[in-house]
C-alpha cells in the first residue's frame, strides 16, 4: 500500500460535495497518524465512461440498475484498477458494484455512512469493511447502546414537561414517514426503486389497525409528490404539514403506537422511543449493535453490518489503531479530547432537520408545533428573522441578560 484515497459514490453526481466535505474533515486527523502516507481524492473518475462499460447512460434509472450490477465487465474491473491498485479506500457510502469490484481486485476498503440515531450532540458514522483485521480494530470503537436510550430519555422528558394538554393526537394511532422517491435504502433486488404504491393493500391493512395514520412527508419532496397525494386520497390518513410537528415530538407523544416507513432510518430511532416499529420494506442497513459484537465478534459479516462509531472519528489516535494493519504510523498520536466535540459533523453537513427544533427546546423552553400558542410561534419566528440580521455579539449579549453570566451563550 502506498496511499490513501478518500472517495465515495462517484456515480450518481449528487454525492460529490459530501466526497470533498469528508476529504476535508477526515484527511487532518488521518495525515497526523500515517504522516508518511499521501491522502488523496479520486479526481481522475469519468463517469460516463464507466456507465459506457455497461452499455448505460447515466440517469437515475441506471445508477439503480448498476449499483446492484451482478455481471461486471472486465473493462470496468481494469478502470477501478488502474484508479485504485496499491490504495487503501475509505469511502462514504460507496456502491455495491465498487465494493464488489475493490473484492475482486483485493483492495481493501472502510466504507461508511451516516448512522439512523441522530438525536444525540453530534450525528455518528457506520464503518464496515473488506479486511477483518481493520474490522475487529474498528469494534473497539463501537459505541455503547446505552448512549441511544440515555439520550432519547433525555429528549422525552424533555419534550413531555413542556406538551400541551390540548394534543390532538388521537390514541391508539400510527405515524407513517415518508422518503424522497429515490434512495439507495430503497432499491429492491429487481434493480427498482419501492413506493407506497407497492403496498397498497398493506397500507390498507395498517389502517384497520389503527384510529388513524399520520402521514408525515419527507422535507425535500415537493408538495405535490405522488407519494404524499396518494397517501391523501386514503380516509384513514391524516397529512401533517411540512413543519407543523418535530419527529422527535412525535416519537414521545404516547397516543401514537407505531411509527411505520418503507424503509427510512428514522424507525431505527423510533424504537429507542420505545415505538413499535413498521419496515414496509425493510430496513437497509445493519449496525453492531443489534448483535452480540461484544462475545462474538467473528459471528458479524465485515461486508453487511456497520460499526457505530461516535466522535472518535475526528481523532488521529483512532486512525492511527486502525490503519496500522496497512501503514506505518505515528508514536503516540494524539487522543482529541472528542467529549468537548458538538454538532461538528451535523453542522458541517448541515444535516439537522427536526435536530434544530431539539435544540430550541433545551435552550428555549419551547415545543414547536401545534400545541405552540400563536404567541409563542410569533415570538420563535421574530427570533430566527432577527438571528439572520443580528450579528453573534448582539445575540450572546441578550442571552446573558435573559439567562445569566453562567449559562451558555446562544450560537448562530
Known amino acids: 500500500m502506498n496511499r490513501i484515497i478518500i472517495s465515495g459514490d462517484m456515480l450518481r453526481g ?8 469528508f476529504h476535508s474533515l477526515l484527511s487532518p486527523a488521518i495525515q497526523a497518524a500515517c504522516p508518511e502516507t499521501p491522502i488523496d481524492p479520486c479526481q481522475a473518475f469519468d463517469r460516463d465512461v ?4 455497461f452499455d448505460l447512460e447515466f440517469s437515475e434509472k441506471n445508477w439503480v440498475k448498476i449499483f446492484y450490477a451482478e455481471d461486471i465487465p472486465q473493462k470496468a474491473i481494469n478502470y477501478l484498477r488502474e484508479r485504485f491498485a496499491g490504495s487503501l479506500v475509505i469511502m462514504i457510502e460507496a456502491p455495491l458494484v465498487f465494493l464488489k469490484i475493490f473484492d475482486i481486485l483485493g483492495i481493501p476498503c472502510i466504507d461508511f455512512t451516516i448512522h439512523p440515531i441522530r438525536y444525540m450532540d453530534d450525528l455518528l458514522l457506520g464503518f464496515k469493511t473488506n ?9 473497539k470503537y463501537q459505541i455503547n447502546d446505552f448512549h441511544f436510550s440515555f439520550y432519547a430519555g433525555l429528549l422525552k422528558g424533555t419534550f413531555q414537561r413542556r406538551a400541551s394538554d ?5 390514541p391508539n394511532s400510527a405515524l407513517f414517514l415518508g422518503q424522497t422517491p429515490v434512495d439507495r435504502s430503497l432499491l429492491n433486488d429487481k434493480k427498482a426503486v419501492v413506493s407506497v404504491f407497492d403496498y397498497q393493500s398493506e397500507l390498507e391493512q395498517f389502517g384497520k389497525e389503527h384510529s388513524v395514520v399520520y402521514f408525515k412527508p419527507h422535507p425535500l419532496v415537493a408538495p405535490d409528490d405522488a407519494a404524499t397525494e396518494y397517501m391523501k386520497s386514503l380516509n384513514f390518513v391524516k397529512i401533517i404539514a411540512p413543519g407543523a410537528r418535530n419527529t422527535y415530538e412525535l416519537f414521545v407523544c404516547d397516543q401514537i403506537k407505531t411509527v411505520a416507513a418503507l424503509s427510512s432510518g428514522s424507525l431505527y430511532e423510533a424504537k429507542c422511543f ?14 453492531a449493535e443489534e448483535y452480540d459484537y461484544f462475545h462474538s465478534p467473528q459471528s458479524l459479516s465485515i461486508n453487511d453490518i456497520y460499526v457505530s462509531i461516535y466522535r472518535d472519528y475526528f481523532s488521529p489516535h483512532f486512525w492511527a489503531d486502525v490503519l496500522a494493519v ?6 503516540n498520536a494524539f487522543k482529541l479530547p472528542v467529549e468537548q466535540l458538538q454538532n461538528k459533523l451535523r453542522y458541517a453537513l448541515n444535516s439537522r432537520w427536526g435536530h434544530k427544533d431539539v435544540q430550541s427546546v433545551f435552550i428555549d423552553e419551547v415545543v414547536l408545533g401545534l ?3 400563536p404567541k409563542k410561534q410569533f415570538k420563535q419566528k421574530l427570533k430566527k428573522g432577527l438571528r439572520k440580521i443580528l450579528p453573534k455579539a448582539a445575540f450572546d449579549a441578550w442571552h446573558v441578560l435573559r439567562y445569566g453570566s453562567d449559562k451558555q451563550v446562544t450560537t448562530r
Do not use: C, M, W
Not at 464507466?50 to 462499460?53: A, G, Q, T, V, W
Not at 420505545?274 to 449496525?287: A, E, I, R
Open 14 to 21: 449528487t454525492q460529490n460535495s459530501n466526497i470533498r466535505l
Open 50 to 53: 464507466f456507465y459506457h462499460f
Open 131 to 139: 479486511n477483518q483485521e481493520i474490522y475487529q480494530r474498528l469494534l
Open 166 to 170: 390540548k394534543d390532538d393526537i388521537l
Open 274 to 287: 420505545g415505538k413499535k416499529v413498521k419496515y414496509f420494506f425493510k430496513q437497509p442497513f445493519h449496525f
Open 326 to 331: 496497512f501503514f506505518p504510523t505515528a508514536d
Open 371 to 373: 400545541n405552540a400558542s
